[in-house]
């Protein structure tokens, strides 16, 4: 799937994000304030965000980002939805799908005619953050010296265990947009396993036969990292683990011998003839007198 395509793909996810915003809002506007609500308004625009920094879109990830963050306030019971922040927030949800179409239409979206929105939404988030108790001041009492062993700092990041079905390609999906994606949270490294590859002549090219670990390492979420995934859901198998739980290395694979053939071909063979190596072009290169075991093709089949 080109990028164009890949661009189509997200700005349609968007307008349904934007929908069952706009829903979750009216809802809210009659009285229902009901967490599950809350919590689907607020996952729309995590939503839009995540995907929106995966194709660079900065300006629409930067107002999301402050309007995400007055939605987590008002989740966490730390701000109550008054008719002021009612009208804020429903506010910003007009802007955001404005700032979605001008992307859509032009490639991006300047911010100058949202800054006054922005100011408000980083305001009553600053207010509540100023309302919160100060930590306890610290009191300083001697304590005996005790020998202790220095613990390795814990690592910060996520493993990804990641296996596409075979329904991801026919979609058009490509894994390394995925991995480019997934580099832009932190420094990613990334390890394919293709134990799974049967001989040629049992490979189904409508199957989906590799999978892949990826260790990502850097100040980054699981959501963040699971947003990357969002056009995936339902086509991939995936797994997010902090890397701090998944220090063990992977057994579930065991250590194979080199094989002795590939796709039914031995790979031992003799070299050739020095005097072979050095025949002109215009004479017929003669191989060694073994017979490789290609597999057979019924002539009458079509090729796909």
């Not at 699971?226 to 065991?254: H, M, N, R, Y």
Request: aromatic letters at 6%.
């Amino acid at each position: 799937m080109s990028n164009d395509a890949l661009r189509a793909t997200f700005f349609a996810e968007c307008e349904e994000l934007i929908e069952s915003l706009t829903e979750g809002l009216d809802a809210i506007a009659q009285g229902d304030r009901d967490k599950e609500t809350i919590n689907a308004i607020f996952r729309a625009v995590h939503s839009i965000k995540g995907a929106a920094g995966a194709f660079g879109f900065n300006d629409l990830v930067a107002f999301a980002h402050r309007y995400e963050t007055v939605l987590d306030l008002i989740r966490a019971d730390k701000l109550d939805i008054s008719a002021e922040i009612l009208r804020l927030i429903t506010r910003s949800s007009d802007a955001l799908a404005e700032l979605v179409e001008l992307t859509r239409d032009t490639g991006s979206a300047s911010l100058d005619p949202v800054q006054d929105l922005i100011n408000d939404l980083e305001s009553h988030a600053e207010a509540v953050k100023s309302e919160e108790p100060p930590e306890p001041d610290f009191v300083f009492a001697p304590l005996s010296l005790i020998q202790i062993d220095d613990p390795s700092p814990t690592p910060s990041g996520f493993v990804i265990r990641f296996q596409p079905k075979a329904a991801f390609y026919t979609n058009g999906h490509e894994p390394a947009r995925y991995f480019a994606a997934l580099a832009g949270l932190g420094t990613l490294s990334v390890a394919c396993d293709i134990t799974a590859i049967p001989p040629l002549t049992e490979f189904d090219i409508d199957e989906s036969y590799l999978r892949w670990t990826l260790t990502l390492t850097g100040d980054t979420n699981p959501d963040a990292v699971k947003a990357v995934f969002a056009f995936a859901e339902g086509l991939c198998t995936l797994d997010v683990s902090p890397l701090a739980d998944a220090q063990e290395p992977d057994t579930s694979i065991e250590p194979t011998e080199p094989p002795a053939s590939l796709f039914g071909i031995p790979l031992d063979l003799p070299p050739l003839p020095q005097q072979n190596r050095q025949r002109s072009s215009s004479q017929a290169c003669r191989l060694p007198s073994r017979t490789l075991p290609l597999p057979r093709r019924n002539p009458l089949q079509k090729s796909r």
